[in-house]
């Protein structure tokens, strides 16, 4: 199916300033929640660079331009997060942050409900280490 520009879920989010309004308020729950903390501490101290590189990344995943290939060539997403250990736990916490940003930035329940699908699916496929065993008797 082609999409016209105005169909795209870059145009419907609100096109470069509801990306950059999601992103940042993403990043804003990542480096506050508590319940964050595992997927906080693999990141630098300062978040803007990886603010940077996620709305460069979103925006031509989403459809808008492809800012992340032109300046960094193909994402190879996992590749490049495979020295940080990831697993359901770090998924799920990006994932609280990203719901609660879309729900806060993002009106249109119909494209939050298949951005959290793409995205659960994006998180669940960065994981790069099996999840702690539970402990005998769990």
């Known amino acids: 199916m082609n999409e016209t520009d105005s169909d795209t879920p870059f145009a419907r989010i609100g096109g470069e300033a509801g990306l950059r309004s999601l992103v940042k308020?993403?990043?804003?729950?990542?480096?506050?929640?508590?319940?964050?903390y595992g997927i906080r501490k693999l990141h630098q101290p300062d978040l803007s660079g990886a603010e940077e590189k996620l709305y460069m990344y979103l925006c031509g995943w989403l459809g808008g331009p492809?800012?992340?290939?032109?300046?960094?060539?193909?994402?190879?997403?996992?590749a490049r997060h495979?020295?940080?250990p990831i697993a359901s736990d770090e998924a799920a916490q990006w994932m609280l942050c990203m719901r609660q940003a879309m729900a806060e930035t993002?009106?249109?329940?119909?494209?939050?409900?298949?951005?959290?699908?793409?995205?659960?699916?994006?998180?669940?496929?960065?994981?790069?280490?099996?999840?702690?065993?539970?402990?005998?008797?769990?």
């Open 25 to 36: 308020r993403f990043y804003e729950l990542m480096d506050t929640l508590p319940e964050a």
């Open 66 to 78: 492809q800012l992340y290939v032109q300046k960094y060539g193909h994402p190879r997403l996992r």
């Open 82 to 84: 495979l020295p940080f």
């Open 106 to 138: 993002i009106a249109d329940e119909g494209l939050r409900k298949s951005l959290d699908k793409a995205l659960t699916d994006l998180a669940l496929h960065m994981r790069n280490r099996n999840d702690a065993p539970e402990a005998p008797g769990s």
